[in-house]
């Protein structure tokens, strides 16, 4: 595996290991409303009791399993509830690199839409994680005209320092990044580096390097955090990020804190690890699941132009209807698919068995196809 693989994996894995015997306790626990607990299990209250003391926090950071959808259902909540208590609102978001800023404000503006927000932030390409999870929390957003804040470095710029260490960075590169980056915090190194151990095919000479990129990402979003509050003096930000990002305050909260002035608090899902300091509140999140995501059962390549076939799956829709290796899609149901976005967005909304028409070109050919939609893994 290589060393940019291996650190992809470390955001896939929670930092929070499941494990710990309090949680014997809190499956039992009614999913609804959200049930505040400590870190033995004992439980505190509710969310919703715990609201007007979030009310009155700087900035409230939720972290999150990324493909967990109960955690971004809990994150809604939290975002939910404040807007309904009156709190001038920003979602800060890790899924987005800054450079996309302006497409997000027109999103949430409603300049332009859904899809047409997704290409031009390259989600599809850039954060990967099923859209569906992250999709209520963006609508809302939308909704009631709550900006959405990109937190993260270029992925280029991560990529840089994947290869070369922050030391190593071009000027123009290393100039994307804050001047300072604080490296202080033994504790959360001795964290990342249980988390680095955990990798087949570890190096113990890349530690360093995946350091550099945890306090890039890190350094990265909370000057984007205070950056924004700055210009926004009368605002209050919830930020949604990985909970590795978050827990003990070392990652995130700990940076922008160094910025700038204001209380803030930390909550967790309680279904990992859970230890005193580890974050201010932990809830108790009801397991929930998007329904598998279904599939075509083609190869493609979209470098060149639209949707060109590469490979037809065994057995599949696709294979069953006809498809074959050089056919170029063109439109599913009558809507154009001219990219990868277009063609992920026109399935976001179809389950597994259900029926749609693919319009296709086979060398100067132009025909249409009804294919049954297959299901994927979980």
């Known amino acids: 595996m290589n060393l940019r693989a ?201 530690f360093e390097r995946f350091l550099d990129v945890q306090y890039s990402w890190d350094e990265g979003m909370a000057q984007s955090v205070a950056d924004y509050l700055k210009a926004h003096p009368g605002k209050q930000m919830v930020v949604l990020a990985g909970s590795g990002h978050i827990a003990w305050g070392s990652g995130i909260p700990s940076r922008v804190a160094r910025r700038i002035e204001g209380d803030y608090a930390i909550l967790l899902p309680a279904d990992g690890e859970m230890k005193p300091g580890m974050a201010d509140y932990l809830v108790v999140t009801e397991e929930k699941k998007l329904s598998p995501r279904p599939l075509m059962g083609i190869l493609i390549d979209t470098s060149g132009d639209g949707i060109l076939v590469t490979g037809v799956t065994r057995a599949s829709g696709a294979e069953k209807a006809g498809l074959r290796k050089g056919d170029r899609i063109l439109a599913i149901d009558g809507q154009p698919v001219s990219s990868y976005t277009r063609l992920r967005v026109s399935l976001m909304d179809k389950r597994p068995g259900d029926r749609i028409r693919v319009r296709y070109q086979r060398d100067s050919d132009i025909g249409e196809k009804e294919l049954v939609l297959g299901a994927s893994p979980h």
Not at 62 to 90: F, K, M
Not at 111 to 126: A, G, N, Y
Not at 136 to 144: D, M, V
Not at 175 to 195: C, F, G, N, T, W
Request: hydrophobic share 40%; aromatic share 8%.
């Open 6 to 206: 291996t650190w992809k994996l470390a955001l896939l894995l929670p930092l929070l290991l499941a494990g710990c015997k309090e949680l014997e306790v809190l499956r039992i626990l009614p999913p609804a409303p959200y049930t505040v607990v400590t870190p033995g299990g004992a439980v505190k209250g509710t969310l919703e009791a715990l609201l007007p003391e979030l009310a009155r926090k700087r900035v409230v950071y939720v972290g999150e399993t990324h493909s967990r959808y109960g955690h971004h259902l809990l994150q809604l909540a939290v975002i939910r509830g404040l807007h309904a208590r009156g709190v001038d609102l920003a979602i800060g978001m890790e899924f987005f690199q800054r450079p996309f800023q302006e497409w997000l404000d027109a999103y949430i503006e409603g300049r332009i839409s859904e899809t047409e927000m997704l290409e031009k932030t390259q989600w599809f390409d850039r954060w990967r994680f099923d859209y569906r999870l992250y999709r209520p929390i963006l609508r809302f957003a939308r909704e009631h005209r709550i900006p959405v804040v990109a937190l993260n470095v270029p992925r280029e710029i991560t990529d840089e320092v994947s290869e070369k260490g922050i030391d190593g960075l071009k000027p123009e590169s290393r100039a994307q990044l804050p001047e300072r980056i604080d490296r202080s915090d033994r504790a959360y190194r001795e964290r990342l580096h249980q988390v680095f151990t955990r990798h087949e095919g570890k190096r113990e000479g890349q």
